[in-house]
């Protein structure tokens, strides 16, 4: 009912930019102009991983430092940094529930894909999941949302049963790097009947702080014979 209620407001109440309020000429906008043009890219997606894969011991004098150190994920992309704008918008995708904001999401992630071009392939696309109980609560899974689009734009394979949250884990937002960590060690399953071997796979998040969550499904999808595992994020922390 919440949700619907949103998107009434939406056909009633002239277009406003989500971030400051200011109304938008553009019918169906999320931001105006301004606060558009100030969106802050992710230039350095890829460090940390290539040095990883380099050998070289990764110093970032973050909390992050012990997860990026023993990572098992081949390689990350995230598009915006998680602050000002692009924040807003997360809050508002998560929190009060417009989820066409997740389109906006998932066209940013295709433009970028079709742009740079970073995977020779991917087999299967899979959602970081939520557990039944949080997902039940908030009526639905914003990376699935994000992921269902990119993959039907690519005709990839996507699956939202293979990958399984096993524990209703507490929300990684007031932890440090290494309750994060512990918090979802086998916390995440593989369906039994799946076949992974030699694929290469790609998982889909909103945000990626310590990497703890992808790196500890990563672990569960190679223990099953995924080749390569790439992680896709709208923005990183």
């Not at 740079?116 to 609560?137: E, M, N, S, T």
């Amino acid at each position: 009912m919440k949700t619907i209620f949103n998107h009434l407001i939406d056909l009633i109440v002239p277009n406003s930019c989500f971030s400051c309020s200011s109304k938008i000429s553009q019918n169906g906008g999320l931001l105006c102009e301004e606060c558009s043009t100030g969106l802050e890219k992710y230039t350095l997606s890829d460090r940390f991983f290539e040095a990883k894969k380099r050998g070289i011991r990764v110093s970032t004098g973050k909390p992050a430092q012990h997860v990026l150190q023993n990572l098992l994920i081949d390689s990350c992309y995230s598009v915006f940094n998680y602050k000002d704008q692009i924040r807003d918008l997360i809050h508002y995708m998560k929190y009060r529930e417009y989820t066409r904001i997740s389109g906006f999401f998932a066209d940013s992630l295709i433009h970028f894909l079709e742009k740079d071009r970073p995977y020779q392939r991917i087999d299967w696309v899979f959602p970081v999941p939520l557990h039944q109980v949080r997902k039940r609560d908030r009526g639905f899974n914003q990376s699935e949302l994000i992921a269902a689009k990119i993959s039907k734009h690519f005709s990839w394979n996507y699956a939202t049963d293979v990958v399984r949250r096993n524990r209703n884990t507490k929300s990684q937002y007031s932890l440090d790097s290494m309750r994060r960590h512990n918090n979802v060690q086998r916390a995440f399953s593989v369906d039994k009947n799946s076949n992974l071997a030699d694929l290469d796979v790609l998982i889909v998040d909103d945000i990626l702080t310590t990497g703890a969550t992808v790196n500890a499904i990563t672990e569960v999808l190679k223990n099953k014979g995924a080749s390569r595992v790439h992680v896709l994020t709208v923005a990183r922390a």
